[in-house]
Structures are given as structure tokens and as C-alpha cells.
């Protein structure tokens, strides 16, 4: 635990954008399966995006054709999100799996609960 550190958060009025970023920070494991969540106060955890290591990528339906997941060959994890929402507002965390995706149909689970590695956390604040 505590090998990912998360940058980027901030607060933004509906409609901006912010990219959140994320990287390993001492003796880095090879993390072929990353992720991005969120939360807010009261409730659970929620998978935003998932992406695998050959670039294959899931999103929620909330956040599908506005937040964009990438990762390059360091491990070295993004989320590009645009159009906001007031919705949007939550802590964003990162997390990294040593093993590759478990795929549903194709694409990267997003049920997936056996995480290696989260960061901290960072606040993402949307309202005008």
C-alpha cells in the first residue's frame, strides 16, 4: 500500500477540465492493471475508468465520452476529464494491480477488488 502518489486535483467550475495524474513512488512493481475511483462522503468507493496494459480501457457510464484513461509504459497513470459536473466532485484515487485485467466480455472489470497498490488520494471539486 502507498506506493502511488495522485496530482492534479483541484477545483473547477461545470463544464472545465482538469487531468489528474499518478505514479509510482519508490521501487515500482510492474502494475499492468490501473485504475481510477472515487468517493464521496457516505459512500462507497466507485471504478471511474480501468485500463489494462495493452491500452484496453473501461469507463463507468457517468463519465463515458467525457474522461479519457491513459497510461504509458512506466506505469505512470492519467485521467483527462472535461465537462465536468458538479456530480463529478469526490476524492479521486488511483490503483495498480500486479496481475493483468480480469475482463468481462472483452473489457477491463470494473468490479474488480483485489488492488495491490492506492494512493492517497485527490480532491476534485466542481461548482460554480
Known amino acids: 500500500q502507498g506506493q502511488l502518489v495522485e496530482s492534479g486535483g483541484g477545483s473547477v467550475q461545470p463544464g472545465g477540465s482538469l487531468r489528474l495524474s499518478c505514479a509510482a513512488t519508490k521501487n515500482p512493481t510492474r502494475m499492468p492493471c490501473m485504475a481510477w475511483y472515487r468517493q464521496t462522503p457516505g459512500h462507497e468507493r466507485e471504478a471511474v475508468a480501468v485500463?489494462?496494459?495493452?491500452?484496453?480501457a473501461n469507463y463507468a457510464d457517468s463519465v463515458k465520452g467525457r474522461f479519457t484513461i491513459s497510461k504509458d509504459n512506466a506505469d505512470n497513470l492519467s485521467l483527462e476529464m472535461n465537462g465536468l459536473k458538479p456530480e463529478d466532485s469526490a476524492m479521486y484515487y488511483c490503483?495498480?494491480?500486479?496481475?493483468?485485467?480480469?475482463?468481462?466480455?472483452?473489457?477491463?472489470?470494473?468490479?474488480?477488488?483485489?488492488?495491490?497498490?492506492w494512493g492517497q488520494g485527490t480532491q476534485v471539486t466542481v461548482s460554480s
Open positions: 490503483a495498480g494491480d500486479r496481475r493483468r485485467c480480469t475482463l468481462i466480455n472483452g473489457s477491463p472489470s470494473m468490479v474488480y477488488v483485489g488492488w495491490s497498490y
Open positions: 485500463i489494462d496494459s495493452d491500452g484496453t
